[in-house]
Antibody, heavy 118, light 107 residues
Framework: EVQLVESGGGLVQPGASLKLSCVAS????????MSWVRQTPGKTMEWIGD????????NYAPSLKNRFTISRDNAKSTLYLQMSNVRSEDTATYYC???????????WGQGASVTVSS | DIRMTQSPASLSASLGETVNIECLASEDIYSDLAWYQQKPGKSPQLLIY???SLQNGVPSRFSGSGSGTQYSLKINSLQSEDVATYFCQQYNNYPFTFGSGTKLEIK
């Protein structure tokens, strides 16, 4: 059974940095593209970006490219999202997803809640 | 970016009814469209991909159709467990984009 477990969320001050992790199990992590998606408190879904199975290539939403970085450690079956200079509008639930078929999100984690507030 | 316009925003229907949810893309997405179901308090789950392919384990009362810029999700014989918010998502072009969601309730 595919499992994706995010961690690292919480309350963070504006301008700070935060790193989310997603531990994968139940599939061969190094065979799959992975992505991050966030959902705002108003339920809007926003794709953040994705990373190739070997970590050699990433794509980002243009509005987030300068502040967010996606990486992975295939030896640890772990996906990361480094967030820098966070803003109140980054308040959201962040989901790790397993991507197949060029962008289909086959499996989702339970989500990590991030609140940006002073 | 490709804009995905989803309608209606909310929908109330009776058990056993058939409902349709629409998604309009701002340009041709060549059937690179997925539908997700998000039950209250849960993570989204994939229902349909490639516009009309049913994900393993998804009940056959769910179906997808469409091409070009217009797509739809149909739910036959509405069940109580179908109460959820439904999202469409295009993956034809980066950045991938989602519709704004349709909240489905039972009347």
């Amino acid at each position: 059974e595919v499992q994706l477990v995010e961690s690292g969320g919480g309350l963070v001050q504006p301008g700070a940095s935060l790193k989310l992790s997603c531990v994968a199990s139940g599939f061969t992590f190094s065979d799959y593209w992975m992505s991050w998606v966030r959902q705002t408190p108003g339920k809007t879904m926003e794709w953040i970006g994705d990373i190739k199975y070997d970590g050699s290539y990433t794509n980002y939403a243009p509005s987030l490219k300068n502040r967010f970085t996606i990486s992975r450690d295939n030896a640890k079956s772990t996906l990361y999202l480094q967030m820098s200079n966070v803003r109140s509008e980054d308040t959201a639930t962040y989901y790790c997803t397993m991507a197949t078929g060029g962008g289909v999100m086959d499996a989702w984690g339970q989500g990590a809640s991030v609140t940006v507030s002073s | 970016d490709i804009r995905m316009t989803q309608s209606p925003a909310s929908l109330s229907a009776s058990l056993g009814e058939t409902v349709n949810i629409e998604c309009l893309a701002s340009e041709d997405i060549y059937s690179d469209l997925a539908w997700y179901q998000q039950k209250p308090g849960k993570s989204p789950q994939l229902l349909i991909y490639n516009a009309n392919s049913l994900q393993n384990g998804v009940p056959s009362r769910f179906s997808g159709s469409g091409s070009g810029t217009q797509y739809s999700l149909k739910i036959n014989s509405l069940q109580s467990e179908d109460v959820a918010t439904y999202f469409c998502q295009q993956y034809n072009n980066y950045p991938f984009t989602f519709g704004s969601g349709t909240k489905l309730e039972i009347k």
